[in-house]
Nanobody, 124 residues
């Protein structure tokens, strides 16, 4: 069973930066596509970013393109989300997810394992 644990969330002012981490255990991390999703209060969970198993392909939601960067370190079984130029509308619980099919994908149903989430709050 794959376990995913997110960290790095917190409170930051508008324009600031945070780096989220997601550590995986219990599976072959290097085989999995990894994704970040977020859910704001009263809204549905939405796609943020994804990276393929080799780290060669990435996709981003339009709302974060140019501000967020997803990366992975297969030696450390960890995926990262560097978030710069944060805005109040980025406030949400951020979840990482692992997809055994390996290819970068924006679709929630393609992901098999999910973390518990980490709160990101951006103040104006």
């Amino acid at each position: 069973q794959v376990q995913l644990i997110e960290s790095g969330g917190g409170l930051v002012q508008s324009g600031g930066s945070l780096r989220l981490s997601c550590a995986a255990s219990g599976g072959i991390f290097s085989n999995y596509a990894m994704g970040w999703f977020r859910q704001a209060p009263g809204k549905e969970r939405e796609f943020v970013a994804t990276i393929s198993w080799r780290g060669t392909i990435t996709y981003y939601a339009d709302s974060v393109k140019g501000r967020f960067t997803i990366s992975r370190d297969n030696a450390k079984n960890t995926v990262y989300l560097q978030m710069n130029s944060l805005k109040p509308e980025d406030t949400a619980v951020y979840y990482c997810a692992a997809g055994v099919q390996g290819g970068a994908t924006t679709a929630e149903y393609e992901y098999d394992y999910w973390g518990q989430g980490t709160q990101v709050t951006v103040s104006s």
